[in-house]
Nanobody, 130 residues
């Protein structure tokens, strides 16, 4: 079992920055692929970014490329999401997620699908005002 706890959300003006953190605890929590998703009111959960525990490979949703950066500190069992140049449409609850394994191929374990992840945090609210 892995427990994920997010922090760092808040209210920010458009163009501003926030850094989200997610601390993982539990068995072998540093050996999981770690991702971030967002969910806006009335919408489905959407992929934001993912990072490999093995070699740090990252993938991003097109909507955040060049603005968001995912990173991890395995020694601290923590994954971060640095969000710059925030836009009002980034407003959502952001969730940290962990997966035993992921694939770059669209299918059962595709990194962009929420069902591919085994553990989820409780979420942290990010609100971007215009």
């Amino acid at each position: 079992q892995v427990r994920l706890v997010e922090s760092g959300g808040g209210l920010v003006q458009a163009g501003g920055s926030l850094r989200l953190s997610c601390v993982a605890s539990g068995r072998s929590s540093s050996n999981y692929e770690m991702g971030w998703f967002l969910q806006a009111p009335g919408k489905e959960r959407e992929f934001v970014a993912v990072i490999s525990w093995y070699d740090g490979t990252t993938y991003y949703a097109d909507s955040v490329k060049g603005r968001f950066t995912i990173s991890r500190d395995n020694a601290k069992n923590t994954v971060y999401l640095q969000m710059n140049s925030l836009k009002p449409e980034d407003t959502a609850v952001y969730y940290c997620a962990a997966a035993v394994e992921l694939s770059t191929s669209r299918g059962r374990r595709w990194y962009g699908g929420s069902r591919s992840y085994d553990y989820w945090g409780q979420g942290t609210q990010v609100t971007v005002s215009s």
